[in-house]
């Protein structure tokens, strides 16, 4: 009869922590990508700077709008640990999980044979990574690895998800020191994923996080003509992810001339139409725009100007339509698209 009890209580614990998992409701942002001053006063995506500009200001239990466009996530349960009823759960903020309680779900991340278990759990650990404190806990519990192992999950859910809190987890300046390492796998699954899927958008958003300074983007370098190329033939939300990573790298100057250089699909400069979607439109504007002042330079453009499939024949070269799709968006409804197209001519 022990033995019943024993493994009785095991159950309940688990069923209890599962309860905890699920409660812990909607799913918290990271931040809202922004356009922010970059180098030169180029233009990027997210905050950077000192360690102040890591930490999210905000009350407790309040909801972060957006996570690098992650829709909000409403997991529910109908019994909690103490009795309480799942309303009075889901009131609960992510930042009232005490360190312990997040040791206890990495545990169970490890050992729960049930992917939709794990998926629960690694909704709850990026729930709770919204909140900077829970970043460093999950860190020095040796959660990023943890985590990290779980890119390889044969259960897509699992990927996906593991990718969506590795995504909250990484904006932390010191957690991203750690996070590197995925930075390449993160980029093969980019790659192999089925076209804007949801692996596909994940990878991407962490990837923008990674790309907001200047520390980790030579790690990207390879990989330009890839995101070149899914800007062309993914949908819109598929674009927009990419362009906030190819904004990013173009605010560095370091990476201008790999980007110019990087293999271009010709098609690109059908983007610079009004029937592009707006905040498409806008991105792609600001990408060139922050490139505008490397394509004066004489040492890049007799570097530049006998490749025939660059990004910078595609945009620059004598045959090069952006010649006269450029003028004919100053006559774009949006005033906001207006300027940067002025901008950009001047």
Not at 73 to 86: I, P, Q
Request: proline share 3%; hydrophobic share 40%.
């Amino acid at each position: 009869m022990g033995d019943d009890y024993g493994a009785t209580s095991k159950l309940f614990n688990t069923k209890v922590l599962l309860g905890l998992v699920a409660g812990a409701g909607f799913s918290y942002g990271l931040y809202k990508l922004i356009f922010s001053g970059g180098n030169r006063g180029k233009k990027r995506e997210f905050r950077t700077g000192g360690d102040a500009a890591w930490n999210i200001s905000m009350q407790p239990g309040s909801l972060l709008e957006r996570v690098s466009g992650l829709p909000l996530v409403h997991e529910k349960s109908d019994l909690t640990a103490n009795g309480s009823t799942t309303d009075e759960l889901l009131s609960k903020s992510p930042n009232s999980l005490e360190p312990q309680q997040l040791d206890m779900l990495l545990s169970l991340l490890q050992t729960h044979p049930d992917p939709s278990a794990r998926i629960q759990v690694l909704v709850t650990l990026g729930n709770s990574a919204a909140f900077s404190v829970n970043q460093d806990y999950i860190r020095k519990m040796g959660g990023l690895q943890i985590i990290g192992n779980l890119l390889s999950d044969p259960a897509f859910d699992v990927r996906v998800q593991a990718l969506n809190a590795l995504n909250n987890l990484s904006m932390n300046a010191t957690n991203q020191e750690q996070l590197k390492v995925y930075v390449r796998q993160v980029l093969g699954i980019i790659e192999t994923s089925h076209l804007n899927s949801d692996l596909q958008l994940a990878g991407l958003r962490m990837l923008t996080n990674m790309s907001a300074t200047n520390n980790y983007q030579y790690m990207m370098k390879s990989s330009i003509t890839l995101f070149l190329s899914l800007l062309v033939v993914g949908n819109v939300t598929l674009q927009i992810q990419v362009l906030k990573i190819l904004v990013n790298l173009s605010a560095n100057p370091d990476m201008v001339e790999d980007i110019l250089r990087s293999q271009a699909p010709v098609s690109l400069v059908l983007l610079f139409d009004s029937c592009t979607n707006t905040e498409v439109l806008l991105r792609v504007l600001t990408f060139v725009g922050n490139l505008k002042d490397w394509t004066t330079s004489t040492h890049i453009t007799e570097i530049l100007k006998h490749s025939k499939d660059s990004l910078y024949s595609v945009l620059y070269g004598d045959s090069s339509e952006l010649h006269q799709k450029l003028p004919l968006l100053l006559s774009h409804p949006d005033g906001e698209v207006k300027s940067q197209v002025a901008k950009i001519m001047t």
